[in-house]
């Protein structure tokens, strides 16, 4: 079984910033995080669930929505076990309930599953308010 929890949402001001983490737990040994496929998804109230941006924790190589390029950023630190995003110049329709999400790779996997939205495991989120 493989745990996704997500921190680092908030009420901020439009024009700030903030940085999502997401840690990974798991008893399986069938799942690496080291080599595994990271993802953050978001959903506003009343909308669809959309990608924000991927990354395969084996290589690095990063997958974007176009829409999320400017103003976002994937990363993450296979020591901690952790997914970050990084948010800048928060816009009023950036409010939304933030979801990060876990798979296996490898990256060509990677891509597939998250232009598909197609992962194993989902947290729980967390909720990102901008006012202006």
């Known amino acids: 079984q493989v745990q996704v929890v997500e921190s680092g949402g908030g009420s901020v001001q439009a024009g700030g910033s903030l940085r999502l983490s997401c840690t990974v737990s798991?008893?399986?040994?069938?799942?690496?995080?080291?080599?595994?496929?990271m993802a953050w998804f978001r959903q506003a109230s009343g909308k669809e669930r959309e990608g924000i941006a991927a990354?395969?924790?084996?290589?690095?190589?990063?997958y974007y929505n176009d829409s999320a390029k400017d103003r976002f950023t994937i990363s993450q630190d296979n020591a901690k076990r952790t997914l970050y995003l990084q948010i800048n110049s928060l816009k009023p329709e950036d409010t939304a309930m933030y979801y990060c999400?876990?798979?296996?790779?490898?990256?060509?996997?990677?891509?597939?599953?998250?232009?598909?939205?197609?992962?194993?495991?989902w947290g729980q989120g967390t909720q990102v308010t901008v006012s202006s």
């Open positions: 999400a876990a798979d296996y790779g490898p990256s060509d996997v990677c891509g597939r599953s998250f232009f598909s939205a197609d992962f194993r495991w």
């Open positions: 798991t008893s399986s040994s069938g799942y690496a995080y080291s080599r595994s496929c």
């Open positions: 990354i395969y924790t084996g290589g690095g190589t990063t």
